[in-house]
């Protein structure tokens, strides 16, 4: 099974209620997340770290940098990065871009072309 990192912009940039825009970007990270499962992938979904806040108790922390560190460490032992439309605005992205093509895992803006690139890396 072919593992998958899902990247996309999770801090909100734009003019506006940023609540909402909060929540609209952690919906569309987790939107795709659900069409790669369906489609047969295992899927990381940073998309979901906002978790680790809710379930902390009461004098406790997670450093933002201890997630981001943990993500980029998943993130190595990925097969490809799918990224969330929209991706474009976060910088934390533009590090997980990089990061993954210094190691030679492949960057793709639209699940119908990573679908076609592990096709095409099949054995025949």
């Given at each position: 099974?072919?593992?998958v990192?899902?990247?996309?912009?999770?801090?909100?940039?734009?003019?506006?209620n940023?609540?909402?825009e909060?929540?609209?970007?952690?919906?569309?990270?987790?939107?795709?997340?659900?069409?790669?499962?369906?489609?047969?992938?295992?899927?990381?979904?940073?998309?979901?770290?906002?978790?680790?806040w809710?379930?902390?108790?009461?004098?406790?922390?997670?450093?933002?940098?201890?997630?981001?560190?943990?993500?980029?460490?998943?993130?190595?032992?990925?097969?490809?990065?799918?990224l969330?439309?929209?991706?474009?605005?976060?910088?934390?992205?533009?590090?997980?871009?990089?990061r993954?093509?210094?190691?030679?895992?492949?960057?793709?803006?639209?699940?119908?072309?990573?679908?076609?690139?592990?096709?095409?890396?099949?054995?025949?």
């Amino acid at each position: 099974m072919k593992c998958v990192f899902v990247s996309g912009a999770i801090t909100p940039t734009g003019p506006g209620n940023h609540a909402l825009e909060f929540l609209e970007n952690i919906r569309k990270g987790i939107r795709l997340t659900l069409e790669l499962l369906q489609a047969g992938y295992a899927v990381y979904c940073p998309f979901t770290d906002l978790l680790y806040w809710l379930c902390l108790q009461e004098g406790e922390e997670i450093p933002v940098k201890a997630i981001y560190k943990a993500d980029l460490v998943i993130l190595e032992r990925m097969d490809a990065i799918l990224l969330v439309p929209g991706w474009e605005e976060s910088t934390g992205v533009d590090g997980e871009i990089q990061r993954a093509r210094s190691l030679g895992i492949p960057v793709f803006e639209d699940i119908e072309n990573l679908k076609f690139w592990f096709k095409e890396m099949e054995p025949k």
